[in-house]
């Protein structure tokens, strides 16, 4: 929907009732992520088990230079196998507020300082797992202004796609990241109409 809309924005569903928690056994633990078990009473009496996955909150920034043009990423993920554009993003550490991070995952993947960074609405990535949230920013009047600071585990390169390209992978369906595609919707939806022009 375009912030242009005049259409009020209708309220969240009525919440429900938490789950009644019995018992919870935790399965794994390390400091990526945990896994834990907890017994669970629905609301027809019966009982059940959730499994959660423990990940620690992350951020992901929208890069844009002054001349208008999206810095993004391509990583190699180990999971598939498969390298992929993507925004750099990244876990928060530990009681780390969520503007610095962002600052910090911009800096240390692409080399990149903003002018000014612009918070976009944030979300869970994997919400019927895991009550993991990324916090999501759009880094604007970026500079490139140093060099990369990649983990041992990291294999990215960083290239320039005009704002057109951009909108092509986003099209084409070949940004396959979550945390990228929604995140490019959301500035193209939510912040880009109000900038005074695209460059």
Do not use: K
């Not at 391509?74 to 503007?99: I, K, V």
């Not at 979550?178 to 193209?188: D, H, Q, R, V």
């Amino acid at each position: 929907m375009s912030t242009s809309s005049t259409s009020p924005t209708p309220d969240d569903p009525p919440p429900f009732a938490p789950f009644a928690v019995t018992a919870t056994r935790r399965i794994y633990e390390s400091r990526w992520c945990g896994l834990r078990a907890d017994d669970v009473v629905f609301p027809d009496g019966t009982s059940g088990v959730h499994h959660v996955v423990e990940i620690s909150d992350a951020v992901v920034v929208v890069p844009r230079l002054a001349d208008g043009r999206f810095v993004l990423i391509g990583q190699y993920r180990y999971p598939h196998g498969e390298t992929h554009w993507e925004l750099p993003a990244g876990r928060l550490n530990p009681a780390e507020d969520p503007r610095l991070g962002a600052e910090r995952e911009l800096r240390e993947e692409t080399g990149c300082v903003a002018g000014r960074l612009v918070a976009l609405p944030g979300f869970y990535p994997i919400n019927g797992i895991s009550d993991h949230y990324a916090h999501a920013f759009v880094a604007l009047d970026c500079r490139i202004a140093r060099s990369t600071e990649h983990e041992a585990s990291e294999r990215i390169v960083v290239a320039i796609f005009t704002r057109d390209e951009v909108r092509a992978l986003l099209r084409s369906g070949r940004i396959v990241d979550a945390f990228s595609s929604l995140s490019l919707y959301m500035f193209f939806d939510v912040v880009e109409p109000t900038l005074a022009h695209h460059p």
